[in-house]
């Protein structure tokens, strides 16, 4: 089995690599000055295994976790540069930095208001957006194996990792469901929960294999750690703790939905992230993958296709292909809708029905997931036909609306009504006002 131990680079390490001790200024200073504003982490798996040296910075993961120079604007970074080359303190090094982080939209699509409110108090480490499903933001889990530049949750890497806080957030997350019955998912996420130990996660996860909590079918882990970290599942020291934890959440009869996040055919070549992934499914762990699509990195049908490919033979489900969020870097890697559909119909056209049970692509916007299933023409006007995948009312779940053909616009909130309409169907009627608890369907 493939072995390594964890070494990780930071700003304050990365010039000490082999790789990267070769290089000229012209590689080296982008790294130090884009790298104090948006997050930068690597790791001796990524760098020995993943990253092409030959081929930087244009190399897809050397671009997806180190910071390159077009991923600030240029007064933004001569501003950073300037700063880190005259005597300043670090006090306003910091000052500057964080005024800069603010003008790039660190908290997108309005998360605050998914956080629930129970028992008078405002459960922070919880979103519960979808009826079915609660997030969960195990606090020891707000930190990754490395940091993809691309990154909108940036602003909430803590990476701490305590035991007795643990139980402590864990007594509020099970009250929470104990009382919330239509809950059948629970999706730990971060950062990437599987940077906690074992431990911490089987006081979270083993209470909700009893009896108690049956409402809850499905518990699902959002993690990098299959790209960046596989020996987390081989040769870390409570690798093998994991994988028994898996196997009685299995077990137990619930479904383990482990979503690995995968960007690149690269990140399955390994013999590590293979054997890795043999293993999690040796548990009866399914594993989905999801990606967001974006420019640098996989903005080539090509890319996907082989992605899909190489997944369902190894045994993954496609599932998600995710338009890139308006925060941090995403001038530099957004592609426009209209591209992002074709690549997708590009890549879905070139598989086989197996593959397709991929959607997308998909924005994660305040109203809820909206896929774009194409561009058409109506009575004569160029379109986008959108639907919600998600939405925080789920009666609007599937239903076609239409938002005016633009070439350029890159996310949702650039989109207009179609046909000369002032609002979208559901910002009528205070439809998305209306509360997800709100009855059941007539269906049901
Ligand atoms: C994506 C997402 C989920 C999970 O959605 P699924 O379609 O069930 O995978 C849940 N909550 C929030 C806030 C999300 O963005
Ligand atoms: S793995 Fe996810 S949470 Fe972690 S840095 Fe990448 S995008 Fe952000």
């Not at 049956?214 to 299959?226: A, E, Q, Y």
């Not at 790209?227 to 409570?238: G, I």
């Not at 009575?379 to 599937?398: A, H, I, S």
């Not at 009627?429 to 269906?443: I, P, Q, T």
């Amino acid at each position: 089995m493939p072995i390594k131990k964890y070494k990780t680079y930071t700003l304050q390490n990365f010039d000490q690599l082999p790789q990267i001790i070769g290089l000229s200024e012209e590689f080296i200073e982008p790294i130090r000055t884009v790298g104090q504003v948006l997050p930068f982490r690597a790791n001796n798996y990524v760098v020995e295994e993943l990253i092409d040296w030959s081929n930087i910075p244009e190399d897809p993961i050397f671009t997806l976790t180190f910071p390159r120079k077009e991923m600030l604007s240029k007064t933004h970074y001569n501003k950073v540069r300037e700063l880190l080359q005259g005597n300043v303190e670090r006090e306003v090094v910091k000052k500057t930095v964080n005024d800069i982080r603010m003008k790039l939209n660190p908290n997108p699509a309005g998360q605050e208001h998914n956080v629930p409110t129970f028992r008078g108090k405002k459960l922070n480490g919880m979103q519960h957006k979808y009826r079915e499903t609660v997030l969960f933001f195990p606090s020891q889990g707000q930190t990754c194996h490395a940091y993809c530049t691309f990154c909108f949750r940036w602003t909430q890497f803590s990476g701490m990792n305590d035991f007795k806080f643990a139980m402590k957030e864990a007594d509020l997350l099970h009250d929470y469901l104990r009382h919330h019955k239509q809950v059948t998912d629970i999706l730990f996420t971060g950062g990437d929960p599987l940077t906690a130990r074992s431990k911490i996660l089987s006081t979270y996860i083993e209470p909700l294999l009893t009896k108690e909590f049956s409402h809850i079918r499905n518990i699902r882990i959002g993690s990098k750690t299959l790209a960046y970290w596989p020996y987390r599942f081989l040769n870390d020291k409570d690798a093998d703790e994991l994988l028994r934890l898996f196997e009685k959440i299995t077990k137990a009869g619930k479904h383990l939905a482990f979503q690995a996040h995968f960007s690149h055919p690269v990140e399955l070549s390994t013999d590590a992230v293979k054997k890795a992934i043999e293993r999690i499914r040796n548990t009866g762990a399914q594993i989905r993958t999801q990606s967001p699509v974006l420019k640098h990195i996989n903005a080539d049908p090509k890319i996907w296709s082989a992605m899909w490919k190489e997944q369902v033979r190894l045994g993954l489900i496609p599932y998600y292909m995710f338009v890139a969020r308006d925060t941090g870097a995403k001038a530099f890697f957004e592609i426009p809708i209209e591209k992002a559909w074709n690549i997708f119909r590009k890549a879905y056209a070139s598989v086989s029905g197996i593959c397709r049970t991929v959607r997308g692509p998909s924005m994660s916007a305040f109203p809820g997931k909206i896929e774009i299933l194409g561009i058409t023409e109506v009575k004569g006007e160029k379109v986008f036909v959108l639907r919600f995948l998600q939405c925080r009312n789920r009666q609007l779940v599937d239903i076609p609306f239409f938002a005016t053909y633009d070439p350029k616009a890159s996310w949702y909130d650039q989109l207009k009504p179609a046909f000369g309409e002032k609002e979208f169907f559901f910002q009528k009627d205070n439809l998305l006002g209306k509360d997800m608890d709100d009855g059941d369907f007539l269906w049901e």
